[in-house]
């Protein structure tokens, strides 16, 4: 059988109610092969009435964010329960852009994966360098702390998006065997570290229909979480509709 690969849209904090059905109503007719799956995750917002829209299709719902705890005196936040409510099976944790923007950090990060497994939510969950760590060959030992510090123990159905800062939204993209170092590496971190196997690793930073087909050849990574390029309809049903 083959191996699932996860399509994820972080549709940031981008589209209105319009805007959004249209995309949407294009993905719902898009023919894609079971083993796809096709997760689309825009901001809290729209979570209601793109719930509403994808029913009966193979369009899988995600959140990209929640809280750390399930109800309470938050103001600004949501939580974990609404996200479940609307029907989202994925959250994404610890993107860079909320560990830079509203400090997030890792301890922070690991109570939100551990109340998205509570709720039988998938955390698709963050990690990834700047261009100092790269350049100063620290990558690895920046990336191997993430993971220590944010992913509890023994962890079932864990998807770790490697996403280094440098590559977001920056057109550039590390080698091939850059993205195949990390994903190797941070297998057998997990495995030796947190007794976990079952890691589903996804590269994003700057993917789009012309560059997705050869990374998940030559890296042999299980999908993609996609910023920009999941806005434009071409591109992404290029990707969906692709040969895997
Ligand atoms: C992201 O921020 O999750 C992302 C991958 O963005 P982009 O594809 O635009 O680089």
């Not at 899988?60 to 399930?70: N, S, T, Y």
């Not at 690991?110 to 700047?130: F, L, Q, T, Y």
Request: glycine residues 6%; aromatic residues 8%.
């Amino acid at each position: 059988m083959a191996q699932n690969t996860l399509i994820v849209s972080n549709w940031k904090m981008n589209l209105n109610l319009i805007n959004s059905r249209k995309l949407i109503s294009k993905l719902k007719i898009l023919k894609i092969p079971k083993n796809i799956k096709n997760i689309v995750c825009p901001q809290y917002l729209l979570i209601p009435h793109i719930s509403d829209l994808i029913k009966s299709s193979q369009i899988i719902l995600g959140a990209q964010d929640c809280h750390f705890e399930e109800k309470g005196a938050f103001t600004g936040d949501s939580s974990i329960l609404l996200i479940k409510e609307y029907g989202c099976k994925y959250v994404i944790i610890g993107h860079s852009e909320r560990r830079q923007y509203h400090n997030e950090d890792n301890s922070e990060i690991k109570k939100k994966i551990k109340i998205s497994i509570k709720n039988n939510i998938i955390p698709i969950v963050c990690v990834g360098e700047s261009f100092l760590h790269r350049q100063n060959k620290s990558y690895l030992n920046f990336i191997y702390k993430q993971l220590d510090e944010c992913i509890p123990k023994k962890m079932k159905q864990l998807v770790i998006a490697y996403e280094p800062i440098w590559a977001i939204g920056s057109g550039l993209t590390p080698t091939f065997d850059d993205i195949t170092e990390v994903k190797e590496s941070c297998k057998n971190f997990l495995n030796k570290t947190k007794k976990i196997n079952d890691v589903k690793f996804l590269y994003g930073g700057s993917v789009n229909s012309r560059n997705f087909f050869e990374i998940k050849d030559k890296c042999k990574v299980d999908g993609a979480l996609i910023g920009g390029a999941s806005l434009l309809e071409k591109e992404i049903t290029n990707v969906l509709k692709g040969d895997f």
